[in-house]
C-alpha cells in the first residue's frame, strides 16, 4: 500500500470511528399549544397553524433539553409532528409550513402570557426549517422536518433548559375560510425532537488537508534519507 493510500485509510477510518460514536436523544413535547394574536388557553393543546375564521394561528412546541457531554456537539437534529393530531383542512392542496426560533420569555408562553410579541415571535427570526405539507381535507400524517444549522447551534447554546420551535404557515393569508394543519387536534405530546450528538466530524476539506500534510511530511523524511 502506497503512503498517499495508508493517510486515505486512516482518515477514513478516523472519520468512521467518530460516526460510531454518535448517539441518538428522542424527546417529547412537555407542552404545545397556540397563539392568535394574543390569546393563548393555558391547558389548551391544539396545535391549530393557519387561517381560521378570519384570524391567523401560530403554534408551538415547548422540549426539556438534557445536557450534552463536554466535548460533544449537536450533529443533527429533526422535529417530527405526530401522526393521526388533527386534520390538514382547506383549499390549498400544499401548504408551506416554516419552523422558528422563539426567544421570549417561555414562562410567559405557556402560561397564557405572551401576548401579541409571543405570536410575532413564533413566526419570525432565526429559520429552524420548512417543508411543504399535502394530504387535503385528512387526517394529519406525521411530518418531519431536517432543522437547519442554525437551530442546531441554538440547541447546544441552550445546555439543559427548555426550548421552544414556533411554527407558522407561509400561504398568503384567508379570511374567508379555514386553510390549516392540525385543525381540531389536541394530542400532547404533539411532536417529536431527535438528537444526534458525539464528537464533531471534520468537513472533508479538513481531512483532506490533513492527508496533504501528512503526505508532505513524508516525502520530506525520504528525501532527507536518500541525502
Known sequence: MTLLSRIAAAAALSVA???????T????????GWYSGASHLVGNT??????????????FYAFNLPAVAAGETIL?????????????????ADKHLSLFDYTGSIDALTSGNGGVAAFADLGSGASYGS??????NASMSAVTVQLTSAAL?????????????GAALQDPFVSNREETLWSASGANPAARLTLVTGQAI????????????????GLAGRRRKAK
Open 17 to 23: 470511528a467518530l460516526s460510531a460514536q454518535a448517539a
Open 153 to 165: 447551534k441554538d440547541l447546544l447554546d441552550a445546555g439543559a433548559n427548555r426550548f421552544v420551535i
Open 202 to 217: 471534520p468537513e472533508p476539506g479538513s481531512v483532506a488537508l490533513l492527508g496533504a500534510a501528512a503526505l508532505a511530511f
Open 46 to 59: 391544539n396545535t391549530i397553524t393557519g387561517f381560521y375564521t378570519g384570524s391567523e394561528y401560530r403554534s
Open 76 to 92: 443533527s437534529a429533526s422535529i417530527t409532528f405526530l401522526a393521526g393530531n388533527g386534520a390538514n383542512r382547506g383549499a390549498y
Open 131 to 136: 417543508t411543504v405539507v399535502n394530504g387535503l
Open 25 to 32: 436523544v428522542t424527546l417529547n413535547t412537555y407542552y404545545n
